[in-house]
């Protein structure tokens, strides 16, 4: 079987999740209740947000969090998904589609964050973007 593509990967359906915490984790303490969001609910919170204005990934965590009345979100499954957003962008930007269709990842993450390194794009691209986008 072919390997899945990135847009592939994000498109899979799944379900969110509410989890009761028993034990402190993630910033979050027993009883607090944690989002495990879905690839494509983190997309649409990418695209939301306007050109020209970034948010961290706590930020866009907490977003998430708010918006499903939980007390925060999962942030390994979270970070998992954003770098699948970028990836998603990146093979559909190698296919030909406008850098202004795609999901605009750049707007979470930096070149120096740690979920950049494993991206197939030159660091500097992600600031480049931020940099056009902020004029």
Do not use: Y
Not at 19 to 43: E, H, I
Not at 74 to 103: H, K, N, Q, Y
């Amino acid at each position: 079987m072919a390997k899945k593509t990135a847009c592939e990967k994000l498109a899979a359906k799944k379900q969110i999740k509410k989890v009761v915490m028993d034990k402190a984790w993630g910033g979050m303490k027993p009883g607090d209740k944690m989002l495990v969001a879905t690839p494509l609910m983190v997309d649409a919170h990418v695209r939301s947000i306007p050109p020209g204005k970034t948010e961290t990934l706590p930020e866009l965590r907490d977003a998430l969090a708010e918006a499903e009345a939980c007390s925060g979100t999962c942030p390994l499954s979270t970070s998992i998904f954003v770098r699948m957003v970028a990836e998603a962008a990146l093979e559909d930007i190698a296919d030909g589609i406008p850098v202004s269709e795609v999901s605009p990842f750049w707007r979470v993450i930096t070149s120096q964050d740690k979920i950049t390194q494993p991206l197939n794009v030159d660091p500097t691209w992600i600031d480049e973007q931020r940099a056009l986008e902020a004029r």
